[in-house]
């Protein structure tokens, strides 16, 4: 009896291009995969069917729906400006420092990720609020944060923290801290480093996450009703609309949801467009792109 192939018994690789890509996933993967897929997609056809069509327009066009949308893409784009002068530093030191309790700083900085957000915002509320831990301070300085548009803006900051901080730093422990040795071995400061290195390899990454959290700042509600209530066009944003309307109108607040989610989908897009699957082209599949070793000119 011939012996049997043991390279029909195994899973085939092909090569595209230079790349090796592994083509063994069980059938029974892709099944369980569609079931996945159906389950976020039959939700949105169903609310896509169950859209007003012919007032559409005139729904996502009245003043209360254009005054949301306009207030939660300013809060929106606040918040992510802040969630980038907060949470680049605090990746760099989660990813390239080491020191006692990292752990439990990373683990404090993801919190928001599995809080429930009505949670945070009683949080928020209980140290920015007038009786808070920070409100009377607050107070003495005639600042007033809670149930006002700054308060939207700290609302999705917390939310959406998490978001930028995990995309940046996985994608400075994927890039590794070679290219930023070779910079310093060469004279350059860390400032330098950080400006002219480590910012410029890892740029993918840190759009990718800077615009994740614009997406999840705007569809925040728990934390944003808590904290910063629902005024008409100081704090009432489109996730909050589509809540009030829901009881009045269902149409409005279907059309409005309908509207959210495009928005949504554009900003997931954008994140995502032009990455490749990993591994298909070396480093550039990591949002890389290698070059040869920076000369003393050029870094310092």
């Known amino acids: 009896m011939p012996a049997m192939d043991r390279t029909t018994t195994r899973p085939r690789a092909k090569r595209a291009g230079k790349a090796l890509t592994y083509t063994g996933i069980p059938a029974w993967i892709y099944a369980v995969a569609a079931a996945g897929g159906l389950l976020v997609l039959l939700p949105l056809l169903a609310m896509v069917a169950r859209v007003n069509w012919p007032r559409f327009i005139p729904l996502v ?15 929106s784009a606040a918040s992510t400006a802040l969630c980038l002068v907060l949470g680049v530093p605090l990746a760099l030191v989660l990813a390239r420092a080491s020191f006692p309790g990292q752990r439990v700083l990373r683990s404090l900085v993801l919190l928001p990720l599995v809080l429930p957000p009505v949670v945070g915002g009683i949080a928020l509320l209980y140290t920015f609020g007038r009786q808070g831990l920070l409100g009377r301070t607050l107070d003495v300085l005639g600042l007033q944060i809670a149930f006002s548009t700054t308060a939207v803006v700290l609302a999705q900051t917390f939310v959406a923290l998490p978001f930028l901080v995990v995309s940046l730093e996985g994608a400075l422990r994927t890039a590794g801290p070679r290219y930023e040795a070779v910079a310093a071995s060469l004279g350059a400061r860390p400032g330098t480093v950080l400006r002219r290195v480590t910012l410029p390899l890892v740029l993918p990454g840190l759009a990718s996450g800077a615009v994740l959290s614009f997406a999840r700042g705007l569809g ?24 009030l309307q829901r009881e009045t109108d269902a149409d409005a607040a279907v059309a409005l949801s309908l509207v959210l989610v495009a928005v949504a989908l554009s900003v997931v897009a954008l994140a995502y467009r032009g990455t490749r699957p990993a591994g298909s082209e070396g480093a550039a599949g990591r949002g890389i792109t290698t070059a040869p070793a920076p000369s003393r000119r050029g870094v310092l």
């Open 61 to 75: 066009t009245s003043e209360s729906s254009l005054t949301a949308l306009g207030l939660s893409l300013r809060t």
């Open 220 to 243: 925040e509600f728990g934390a944003t009703l808590t904290f910063a209530g629902s005024l008409q066009g100081v704090t009432r944003t489109l996730p909050l609309e589509i809540y």
